[in-house]
């Protein structure tokens, strides 16, 4: 799975050289200011959120959990116990799985 993903950032060039679709010195030289990013200040979002977590990532922790409820109103985190960091291609039948039942849910 996560191999297939990586891949999708791939193209040959038009001398049949790999290389990456994503722009990776822009992406370097702006990590600063990426990571630095603070929400702005606004209403928090009244509609349902879900925040799908890997098992195995720090990226969606308990710790954030106050920061998150200032800005979605009504959220649910689920945790994909066996996914690292990119749930979508460690385990893409479970998270499609949460993002339909989600999706289908009744707006409160």
Do not use: C
Not at 40 to 61: D, I, M, T
Not at 74 to 102: N, Q
């Amino acid at each position: 799975g996560l191999r297939a993903f990586v891949l999708t950032n791939m193209l040959r060039d038009q001398n049949g050289r790999f290389r990456w679709r994503i722009n990776l010195p822009v992406i370097s030289q702006k990590l600063d200011e990426l990571a630095g990013w603070e929400a702005p200040a606004a209403e928090p979002y009244g509609g349902n959120a879900l925040f799908v977590s890997g098992g195995k990532s720090q990226y969606v922790r308990s710790l954030h959990l106050p920061a998150i409820s200032e800005l979605f109103r009504r959220f649910s985190v689920t945790t994909l116990r066996g996914a690292a960091h990119w749930v979508h291609a460690d385990e893409p039948e479970s998270l499609r799985l949460i993002v339909l039942k989600f999706l289908q849910a009744p707006s409160a």
